[in-house]
């Protein structure tokens, strides 16, 4: 049950301001990182596949893991978590979503004002330079290499250690800052610096509504908890605006 509270001040809302991780991509067959039973981290050990050091260690089979996710977010469809936002970001009279999440899902549901903090599995990059890739190949059994300098390709997301894209964090910050009522959807809230955007956004002044199954390490400083899956709430919120 949504309250009435909280329906007054989203209708109030000046800018709406969202903040996803990966459980929002859940219902749409996609694992998340930390549900223990289903976890993408519960089968592979984080530190073999998503940091520089395992990339300099065995470009293989992080290309590989790589290639394998590409291909499942490929497959996987928006659910209506994801164009509940995109209808929320037209409804608003200023929006801005902010995504841990590098699998697309958003720009596919229709959303438009979005920064991806951590990249996107769909774009490649060379490793040395930076410069995006758009069409490669290799021989079977290797991993693909820059066709300028011959360094390895590698997924255009960001690592653990490694920093986020400068610009991300600055339109993410400047949207907690001005926004009115922060959405935090499906995230375990313990990765940062993205986990810090909520109490950012509460000492400015919004609202943080959680929605989530789960209990996290936000639950208890949200002013909200909406404790559902994104693909029953979300709908339900943006139907209680009429
Ligand atoms: N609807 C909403 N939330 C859900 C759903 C659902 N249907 N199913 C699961 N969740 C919640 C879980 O309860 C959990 O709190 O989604 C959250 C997923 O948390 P994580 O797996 O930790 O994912 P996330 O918070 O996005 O991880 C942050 O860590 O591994 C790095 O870079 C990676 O972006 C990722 C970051």
Redesign the pocket.
């Known amino acids: 049950m949504i309250d009435t509270e909280l329906i007054i001040a989203l209708r109030n809302a000046r800018f709406i301001a969202a903040l996803?991780?990966?459980?929002?991509s859940?219902?749409s067959g996609l694992a998340?990182?930390?549900?223990a039973q289903t976890?993408?981290?519960a089968r592979f050990d984080?530190r073999e596949l998503?940091t520089p050091s395992a990339f300099a260690r065995n470009p293989k089979l992080v290309w590989d893991w790589y290639a394998w996710r590409r291909e499942r977010v490929a497959a996987a469809q928006p659910n209506a978590?994801h164009f509940a936002l995109a209808e929320l970001e037209r409804r608003a009279s200023d929006f801005m979503l902010i995504t841990?999440?590098?699998d697309g899902l958003h720009q596919r549901a229709g959303g438009r004002k979005l920064v991806e903090?951590?990249g996107n599995i769909g774009r490649v990059k060379c490793s040395r330079e930076d410069t995006l890739v758009e069409r490669w190949e290799a021989p079977a059994g290797e991993v693909p290499r820059c066709a300028h300098c011959g360094a390895p390709l590698r997924p255009d997301?960001?690592?653990?250690e490694e920093m986020l894209p400068e610009h991300a964090v600055a339109a993410a910050e400047d949207a907690v800052r001005r926004c009115d009522v922060l959405l935090v959807?499906?995230?375990?809230?313990?990765?940062y610096p993205?986990?810090a955007l909520p109490a950012h956004a509460q000492r400015s002044g919004a609202i943080v509504v959680e929605?989530?199954?789960?209990?996290?390490a936000l639950s208890a400083a949200a002013d909200h908890v909406l404790r559902?899956?994104?693909?029953?709430?979300l709908p339900a919120l943006v139907a209680a605006l009429d």
């Open positions: 996803t991780g990966a459980g929002i859940a219902e998340t990182f930390r549900d976890g993408l981290w984080p998503a978590g841990q999440n590098v903090l951590h997301v960001v690592w653990f959807v499906g995230t375990s809230a313990e990765v993205a986990a929605i989530n199954p789960n209990t996290t559902g899956a994104a693909g029953a709430v």
